[in-house]
């Protein structure tokens, strides 16, 4: 649903094959919200100040989901020519965005042109000094190395330590990997360990779990939508620590699989397509009772 590119296959079949080039032309279709905030807070600076409209949306994260949103809007602020040949240097031409949407884009265009691809969900040490934050990238199927190769979907990623368009699988945390630690007490900074620019506790490890298990099967749902039993508690804090024994073995359980998806993959999508509690989804408006068939012990 999310990358799915609709009336707009043929436009991204129309664009470079190449994955460098695309990575640079979707990164040119957006300013991290991030950056955007950075530039107010340095206003006095001419090199900072991105001189972006002030009204309604300061980030469109909430409301373009999908990539056949992200760019009808892009065609729509760009009066209605196509964003990906005429790049405008205009940032109010540009949609404020952040990792996730930037690779669902990504991952669109690629599977219009036959690339199999994926989203991955995880942490990132590389993005700040101070903390680990969540994070979102690409992985496309190499046939000629019969291997997944890891891609930086963002643009202002720059490593010296490894190439953004094939990175080594240790360069990135993986949710799972990241969730297991964590459960062992091996985590040397778990304080470091962010969604967003906030430290939620243990929560934070779930959620990108979650968003990971998701993703792998091209389901890639956003921040504030979640598997029902991680809506079951009041506080955020307080969340994770009210879960069942029962389910914390399973996403144990889980993890252990994910830390080798594709030799797992069946047994990965057996859970994918009978357990519950992890496949039905909340948000602010699809709340946890929505799903009826749902029995009170799959909320926890």
């Not at 991290?32 to 006095?44: A, D, G, I, P, T």
């Not at 953004?164 to 297991?180: G, R, S």
Request: positive net charge; charged residues 25%; glycine residues 2%.
């Amino acid at each position: 649903m999310y990358t799915n590119a609709g009336c707009y296959a043929e436009l991204y079949k129309s664009l470079p094959d190449d994955i460098y080039e695309l990575r640079e032309i979707v990164n040119k279709q957006h300013i991290h919200k991030m950056s955007l905030y950075r530039s107010f807070l340095n206003k006095n600076s001419n090199k900072n100040n991105l001189k972006y409209k002030w009204q309604n949306y300061r980030c469109l994260d909430d409301v373009l989901l999908t990539a056949s949103a992200m760019t009808a809007e892009l065609i729509r602020i760009n009066d209605n020519q196509n964003p990906f040949i005429k790049i405008s240097q205009d940032p109010n031409k540009k949609l404020v965005i952040t990792c996730r949407y930037v690779a669902v884009l990504y991952a669109s265009i690629l599977k219009s042109k036959g690339i199999a691809c994926r989203c991955r969900s995880g942490f990132a040490p590389y993005l700040y000094d101070d903390k680990i934050v969540d994070h979102w990238i690409v992985q496309y199927y190499d046939k000629n190395f019969n291997k997944w190769i890891n891609v930086e979907s963002q643009a202002n990623v720059k490593s010296k330590d490894f190439n953004v368009c094939n990175f080594p699988d240790e360069a990135f945390i993986w949710a799972a990997d990241a969730w297991l630690l964590m459960r062992q007490n091996k985590l040397k900074d778990k304080n470091k360990f962010c969604n967003g620019i906030k430290h939620w506790g243990d929560d934070t490890f779930a959620w990108s779990l979650m968003m990971d298990f998701h993703a792998l099967f091209h389901d890639e749902i956003n921040y504030v939508t979640l598997p029902v039993f991680l809506y079951n508690n009041k506080s955020q804090e307080e969340r994770l620590p009210h879960l069942k024994k029962s389910t914390l073995k399973e996403l144990e359980h889980l993890a252990l699989l994910m830390k080798d998806v594709d030799n797992n993959f069946d047994e990965l999508q057996e859970i994918w397509e009978n357990n519950k509690k992890f496949r039905c989804v909340a948000s602010s408006l699809n709340n946890p009772f929505l799903h009826l068939e749902l029995e009170p012990k799959d909320l926890r």
